[in-house]
Nanobody
Framework: QVQLVESGGGSVQAGGSLRLSCVIT????????MGWFRQAPGKEREGVAA????????VYADSVKGRFIISRDNAKNTVYLQMNSLKPEDTAMYYC??????????????????????WGQGTQVTVSS
């Protein structure tokens, strides 16, 4: 079972930036997708961004396109989420998630939580106006 540990959350003012990190351990393969999700109080969890650890690429929710960037460093077994131009509506608990080993998943499924079976504990992001 893959273990995921997120870090980098915090409190920032609107317009600020944060970079979240997700360290992946106990993984035998990089051939999988990694996603970032978030959940605000009283709201459903939503997919924010995803990529393939080998193939790269990047899929983003419309709400974060142009502001967030997902990246990975396989040597460090780490996935990042660079968040720029943060807005109060970005306030949420952010979770990292890993899919089962896979070479190709429809892009339409990459921001759906059913695609992923391993989850981190989350890191809180709070954006004040």
């Amino acid at each position: 079972q893959v273990q995921l540990v997120e870090s980098g959350g915090g409190s920032v003012q609107a317009g600020g930036s944060l970079r979240l990190s997700c360290v992946i351990t106990k993984s035998r393969s990089h051939t999988r997708y990694m996603g970032w999700f978030r959940q605000a109080p009283g709201k459903e969890r939503e997919g924010v961004a995803a990529l393939h650890m080998i193939l790269g690429g990047g899929v983003y929710a419309d709400s974060v396109k142009g502001r967030f960037i997902i990246s990975r460093d396989n040597a460090k077994n780490t996935v990042y989420l660079q968040m720029n131009s943060l807005k109060p509506e970005d306030t949420a608990m952010y979770y990292c998630a890993a899919s089962p080993p896979a070479s190709s998943i429809s892009s339409g499924l990459l921001l759906e939580d059913k695609t992923y079976n391993d989850w981190g504990q989350g890191t809180q992001v709070t954006v004040s106006s």
